[in-house]
């Protein structure tokens, strides 16, 4: 779900779990907007 751009919020509570924190610890790196965003951000 993550993969296919489902936020993290929704993926937590189908997944049923209570901490966001959880969620965000073990699925967080898959979500496919990440990492351009994070480059984007880089100056040179």
Known sequence: ????G???RRVQ???GHSDYATTEKY???LTP????EA???LTY
């Open 1 to 4: 779900m993550v993969i296919a």
């Open 6 to 8: 489902v936020p993290l």
């Open 13 to 15: 509570i189908l997944a």
């Open 27 to 29: 699925y967080a790196h």
């Open 33 to 36: 907007e990440g990492d351009d």
């Open 39 to 41: 480059v984007a951000k």
